[in-house]
């Protein structure tokens, strides 16, 4: 006998990679009795109809939104304000309202004003992606032992928390519950400030004097072509994250820029020991996220997308 879908109707805002990958995970699972999708461009939306991973398409987020019991905006941080207000008065009673971003409280602070009285208001980042983008790029795997943060507002119902824990869960994430705030203090370090540099170095590389652009191309070791994967990720995303997260980018940002001026010095200095101690502590570091399964040892600049339902080794 099977198991009813967890939720009756899953509207989803925006399908680049995340939303393409929640619609293939959710059809695959059946988390979802019907699932809607629209987007911004015509050509998106003509591409999800042809790719039949969605129930229905439909032209506006209103229509979208009509008699969902799950929103997920899909979308940069920047442009959740304007869609909240957008969709408030087509909200079913009862429904969660949710989205991806990778910044909490500025999400919070943009749409809670808009959304109605028996809404329920979850943010939600799934900590997981690629560097690719748009309507082909996502994949029912992607958030397999992945973690997929909650920052519910203070006072948020605790069963539509759950439920849409229950939601990610099925995709195959861990989930954990966290303030916004410290999500976002968390992700500076983890996330933000790490594109920041990959941007900032293979912008360095390309502007180069003597040193020509196939050389970088032909040249480029392991630790280069990681940066330049994390710098082809999407501009528009990113320049919201900074943009929205900007306080807690700028404190991780002079904490990095004390600990390489630390670096500097032992270099200019012939200071080994120093330099060795440095190494030995992030090499640590890269070890554990390897034991507890947020990566593997393996060579491969890639990323071959987990299957479905594996667990981490």
């Known amino acids: 006998m099977t198991s009813a879908p967890l939720f009756r109707k899953l509207a989803l805002i925006g399908f680049g990679l995340i939303g393409g990958s929640i619609a293939r ?3 695959a699972l059946g988390l979802a009795g019907e699932i809607v999708a629209t987007a911004r461009s015509p050509q998106t939306r003509a591409r999800v109809q042809e790719l039949g991973i969605v129930d229905r398409v439909v032209e506006s987020n209103a229509e979208a939104v ?25 909200l079913a009673p009862g429904a969660i309202v949710s989205d991806v971003g990778s ?3 500025a999400v919070l602070k943009a749409m809670a ?18 560097e690719n983008s748009g309507p082909d790029s996502g994949f029912a795997e992607l958030f397999v032992n992945r973690w997929c ?3 519910p507002p203070e006072g948020a ?12 869960r099925g995709l195959g ?6 303030t916004a705030d410290h999500h976002d203090l968390v992700l500076a370090v983890t996330s933000h400030l790490p594109h920041l540099i990959a941007y900032t170095i293979v912008s360095t590389a390309e502007e180069l004097e003597g040193v020509t652009q196939s050389e970088v191309l032909k040249f480029s070791a392991g630790g280069f072509r990681d940066f330049t994967r994390i710098a082809a990720s999407d501009p528009t995303m990113w320049r919201d994250v900074f943009l929205t997260n900007k306080d807690a980018v700028l404190e991780m940002l002079g904490e990095f820029q004390e600990d390489l001026s630390k670096l500097t010095r032992a270099i200019r200095r012939g200071d080994g020991d120093a330099l060795f101690e440095h190494f030995s502590r992030t090499r640590a570091i890269r070890r554990g996220i390897v034991q507890i399964g947020q990566d593997d040892a393996a060579a491969d600049f890639g990323r071959r997308p987990k299957q479905l339902g594996a667990k981490a080794e």
């Not at 008699?67 to 940069?76: K, M, N």
């Not at 004003?113 to 997981?128: D, I, K, N, S, T």
């Not at 994430?173 to 966290?178: D, I, K, L, Q, S």
């Open 66 to 90: 009509d008699g969902a019991d799950l929103v997920i905006l899909c979308i940069p941080v920047g442009a959740c304000g304007p869609v909240a207000q957008e969709i408030a008065p087509h």
């Open 113 to 130: 004003p808009y959304l109605p009285e028996g809404v329920h208001f979850v943010p939600a980042h799934p900590v997981a992606g690629t």
């Open 157 to 168: 119902n605790a069963d539509a928390v759950d439920k849409l824990g229950a939601f990610w």
């Open 25 to 27: 995970g959710a059809k």
């Open 173 to 178: 994430a861990n989930v954990e519950v966290m």
């Open 149 to 151: 943060i909650l920052t």
């Open 103 to 105: 910044v909490k409280g």
